[in-house]
């Protein structure tokens, strides 16, 4: 479980050069950039850190709307990650089952927008933090799956707005039209039942005589 900062995969792409020059400067021109890590701080988008090549320079802290693999796409930068980081404790990991899939994102201005899955950061609380936020509230909680978007950009969604295309498995022909998840669920802590001191421990009901 990484703290604010996670390795990423390494991805060879672009940085919309005005970021390096905080908007003075370098307007529609592209910088090569290797992705390093990722920062996450709660109330805040993500931010990346990668590597410059041509300067051997490291560049940090920079939202996902700086980047880009070609030039073209323009959504903005709440198109492109929804909702703020849940915290400051996460994991970076790519599903394997999904690995290269297409999928079709359904956007804020209520158009599909579709590319490829690279992989998902999710969160959790610590008990070591004073403010733990919704990381762990069953109908607040999201993951980001991350996708490289066919008009050049990338983009951070949440499961709810990702349709996900495999010519095996998925039929595509049913629209999702679930309710959120708002249930937790755990077995532990039960008033009904109680186990032995038995080493093949028995669990009966505390009513048992």
């Known amino acids: 479980m990484s703290y604010l900062v996670g390795s990423l995969p390494p991805l060879k792409c672009f940085i919309r050069k005005e970021f390096l020059y905080?908007?003075?400067?370098?307007?529609?021109?592209?910088?090569?950039?290797?992705?390093?890590?990722?920062?996450?701080?709660?109330?805040?988008?993500?931010?990346?850190?990668?590597?410059?090549?041509?300067?051997?320079?490291?560049?940090?802290?920079?939202?996902?709307h700086a980047y880009c693999w070609k030039d073209g796409g323009d959504l903005p930068i709440d198109a492109l990650q929804l909702w703020d980081c849940l915290g400051y404790r996460f994991t970076i990991i790519e599903k394997v089952l999904l690995r290269n899939l297409s999928v079709k994102v359904f956007g804020k201005d209520r158009a599909w927008h579709?590319?490829?899955?690279?992989?998902?950061?999710?969160?959790?609380?610590?008990?070591?933090?004073?403010?733990?936020?919704?990381?762990?509230?069953?109908?607040?909680?999201?993951?980001?799956?991350?996708?490289?978007?066919?008009?050049?950009?990338?983009?951070c969604q949440p499961n709810n707005r990702c349709i996900w295309y495999d010519q095996s498995l998925v039929s595509g022909t049913l629209t999702p039209d679930f309710n959120v998840a708002t249930q937790t669920y755990s077995v532990d802590g039960?008033?009904?039942?109680?186990?032995s001191d038995d080493w093949f421990y028995d669990i009966r009901s505390r009513d048992a005589n």
């Not at 908007?23 to 931010?47: D, T, Y």
């Not at 039960?190 to 186990?195: C, D, G, I, M, T």
Request: glycine residues 8%; contains cysteine; aromatic residues 14%.
């Open 190 to 195: 039960s008033r009904k039942w109680v186990a």
């Open 22 to 64: 905080d908007h003075h400067k370098g307007h529609g021109e592209l910088e090569p950039c290797i992705w390093v890590s990722l920062k996450a701080i709660r109330g805040q988008v993500f931010r990346i850190e990668s590597l410059l090549p041509r300067y051997g320079a490291l560049y940090d802290k920079l939202p996902i």
């Open 114 to 155: 579709f590319g490829t899955y690279m992989f998902t950061v999710d969160f959790c609380a610590d008990q070591t933090d004073i403010d733990t936020g919704f990381s762990e509230t069953a109908e607040e909680h999201k993951s980001f799956n991350f996708i490289k978007l066919d008009n050049g950009q990338f983009a």
